[in-house]
């Protein structure tokens, strides 16, 4: 099809999709899919939820865009206010912006203002954003930073524990970890040098991994100790993904700072990032901003999706949604040899796929990916180093009889395939 369109976006598919509902796309020719990817984790709510598309509705015929430089719209605090309520103790203070990158840049930012101090400290396996500041952060796969150099410096990488990779036991890997980034706060940057250490709680495009929760406790004491700003990147975990509204309440960890995008609205581009009050102070007015940050739509649809999210039942239902896939996962992978590993937190589910000789096969992954597409109206996505790992990202209101669908549908592909 001849298209005015840069192809330098990967297609998953090739997909024309004309409307969605709930867990489920519909093609401009009139066919259902199952959508398993929640376009990469951000229509937690489902596809066009109505309460959202109202919100929007309503809000698009008073106000489409109020530059929050100029004047404040009546949905910019509510939404401050409604953050405030549902982030860790000691969030209270927001700056509202667009996507996860800008988000994930301006925590740096603003760790460095309120620091003073020039470094940031990421891990291995992370996936921060495709801006020259978060491309630099990002280590989930080399594609993402190939042919963009010089990237920015005062980056530091980290190991993170992804077990499976180097064959430890959790308490091996974290100890490992650990130590290594002792290692690197004596040898790389000295800490009076570092602004901020981010991480994922669960690593997104680098393979959906959770950190262990002695491994985020152990960080953050590290963080106190020499006065580090302790950043959750939960632009993928966040917003009832895992179970709990943000990764890190499973740790019982307050974080420093919180970005948040993705999940936030529903799929109406809006990002923000939390803090307490005296970080806040610290960044210089004016020094950071953004001309469509604060979007009157993009607050409407944010509040809806918070009250979808915060009713009685929906996050219970994200949890079961979590462990009734992975109890089929689990069942599968007796079945099947090449499903050497499952794992999840909550709702953000991974698979990995090995060959025979017990290596990570790509080719098997994608094998699977296009039967699942074209046979089974199923549409799922990889991740990882090696692009040997499914990922399962479910709208948290899927339907119970659609996710034994969808297990269904993956052991046929997985004996299709072998």
């Not at 740096?108 to 003073?116: D, E, F, I, N, R």
């Not at 409407?300 to 996962?329: K, N, Q, S, W, Y």
Request: overall charge negative; hydrophobic content about 40%.
């Amino acid at each position: 099809m001849d298209t005015h369109l840069s192809d330098v976006w990967f297609q998953l598919t090739d997909l024309q999709v004309s409307h969605g509902s709930g867990a489920v796309v519909t093609t401009t020719d009139g066919i259902d899919y199952l959508d398993l990817t929640s376009g990469i984790g951000v229509v937690n709510t489902g596809h066009c939820h109505p309460r959202v598309v109202e919100a929007i509705r309503e809000q698009a015929g008073r106000f489409l865009h109020a530059q929050v430089n100029c004047y404040r719209h009546d949905q910019l605090e509510p939404l401050a206010e409604r953050l405030a309520q549902i982030t860790p103790d000691g969030i209270d203070r927001f700056f509202i912006s667009n996507s996860g990158a800008e988000a994930t840049e301006a925590a740096v930012k603003l760790a460095k203002q309120s620091t003073g101090r020039p470094h940031t400290v990421v891990f291995q396996g992370s996936f921060h954003g495709r801006t020259h500041m978060t491309m630099a952060m990002t280590t989930s796969k080399a594609i993402y930073r190939a042919g963009h150099a010089p990237l920015p410096s005062g980056v530091f990488v980290a190991p993170f524990p992804y077990t499976f990779l180097t064959g430890e036991d959790e308490d091996q890997a974290v100890d490992r970890c650990l130590k290594e980034f002792d290692l690197l706060l004596k040898t790389q940057t000295s800490p009076d040098e570092v602004a901020c250490v981010m991480i994922e709680p669960v690593l997104g495009e680098g393979g959906y991994v959770p950190a262990p929760a002695r491994f985020l406790h152990g960080l953050l004491e590290r963080c106190r100790a020499h006065g580090i700003l302790f950043v959750a990147d939960e632009v993928q975990t966040g917003f009832g993904r895992t179970g709990e509204l943000f990764a890190i309440e499973h740790a019982e960890l307050q974080p420093d700072v919180l970005v948040m995008a993705k999940g936030i609205a529903s799929g109406f581009p809006v990002s923000a990032i939390g803090a307490s009050a005296e970080i806040m102070s610290r960044w210089t007015q004016g020094s950071h901003g953004g001309t469509y940050g604060g979007n009157p739509m993009g607050c409407a649809a944010a509040l809806a999706t918070i009250e979808v999210m915060t009713e009685p039942g929906f996050l219970d239902h994200a949890a079961a949604v979590g462990a009734r896939f992975r109890a089929g996962l689990d069942v599968l992978a007796e079945r099947h040899r090449c499903l050497a590993e499952n794992r999840n937190l909550g709702a953000m589910l991974a698979t990995e796929i090995v060959d025979p000789e017990g290596c990570s096969d790509a080719g098997r992954t994608g094998a699977i990916l296009q039967y699942l597409l074209h046979e089974e109206r199923t549409i799922a996505m990889n991740c990882g180093p090696f692009g040997s790992t499914l990922r399962w990202i479910p709208p948290l209101v899927i339907a119970d009889e659609q996710i034994d669908d969808a297990l269904a549908a993956l052991d046929r592909a997985v004996s299709a395939t072998a």
